[in-house]
């Protein structure tokens, strides 16, 4: 209580930043969802590698997180509720004024999420629709930490958005065809100083994603990356860059495309073998 009042008496918004980094590097034991307490359905997916491996990116991550100072926070394909929860336990206990929100096309999971949202004691809205649909327009250019743990698995085309758990997981060819649905609606949803943290599976090929995505004016980086005995998993953090500088340098955390992803030996594979697959 006594962190909260001396955060409100902040007189800057540069000082409420620093004030909550200092508190999240004091900090020993992050809260976040726990899984006695997450709601289950056999047509939802459950926690498993990949909402571990996000859940830690934003805790890696949460001092930047908290930073933000965020007023709206959305998860697309919120399956279980496991990371929108956790991401609410995390940002809560120093943004009191967050809103969150999730969306996935399973009523089931919609249902399961509010659950395990309330069995945590927080309050998240979610809402049954494609990707976020029905949220485009109400939420435009306000999302400040959107989070997507996507279909990601090669699959056959028309396993995608199918009934059911099977839509948790096929994502068609290369496993692309809802990823690449999403990224063409973030824009619209991000805010200014908006992040996003996206799973993707090495089939996905971060590497072009994150091309993509610069093209579109997104900077990006490797946020963490797991390998587990049936996948290589990534992270992926973008965000908007900034316009570029006076001295003519781009504004980009110093973690550009071409800088801090070339030193990942997880991206420069995927580079190889895309190199090696076209000369071949």
């Known amino acids: 209580m006594e962190q909260l009042v001396e955060m409100e008496l902040a007189s800057s918004s540069k000082e409420r930043k620093e004030l909550q980094k200092k508190i999240v590097s004091t900090e020993t034991v992050p809260k976040i969802a ?14 498993c590698d990949d909402s571990f491996l996000l859940v830690d990116a934003l805790l890696a991550d949460r001092s930047n997180l908290i ?15 496991y990371v929108i929860t956790s991401l609410a336990l995390i ?41 976020a649909l029905s949220l485009q327009k109400r939420l435009q250019k306000s999302i400040d930490v959107l989070v997507i743990n996507p279909p990601y698995v090669p699959t ?4 995608v958005g199918a009934d059911g758990i099977v839509a948790s997981w096929a994502g068609g060819f290369k496993g692309r065809m809802v990823i ?9 949803l991000l805010s200014v100083n908006g992040l996003i943290y996206m799973v993707a599976l090495s089939e996905n090929d971060p590497y072009d994603i994150c091309q993509v995505m610069r093209e579109r004016g997104f900077g990006s980086r490797i946020a963490l ?13 973008f965000w908007r860059e900034k316009e570029t500088s006076e001295d003519g340098e781009r504004a980009d955390n110093g973690s550009s495309l071409n800088g801090w992803l070339g030193k990942v030996p997880f991206v420069n594979s995927l580079r190889r073998k895309s190199s090696e697959s076209k000369s071949s």
Request: net charge negative; with cysteine; aromatic share 6%.
């Open 34 to 47: 726990k899984i006695q307490l997450v709601s289950s359905h056999a047509e939802v997916y459950e926690p």
């Open 67 to 81: 930073g933000q100072n965020p007023k709206f926070c959305l998860e697309i394909g919120c399956g279980s509720g």
């Open 91 to 131: 940002v809560s206990q120093y943004c009191p004024w967050t809103q969150f929100y999730a969306t996935d096309i399973n009523l089931h999971a919609t249902h399961t999420t509010l659950q395990t949202s309330a069995n945590h004691g927080v309050h998240v809205e979610v809402v049954a629709t494609d990707i």
């Open 156 to 159: 056959p085309e028309d396993e």
């Open 180 to 188: 690449d649905r999403i990224l063409n609606v973030v824009d619209e």
């Open 225 to 237: 990356q797991r390998s587990t005995e049936e996948e290589k998993l990534c992270v992926i953090k």
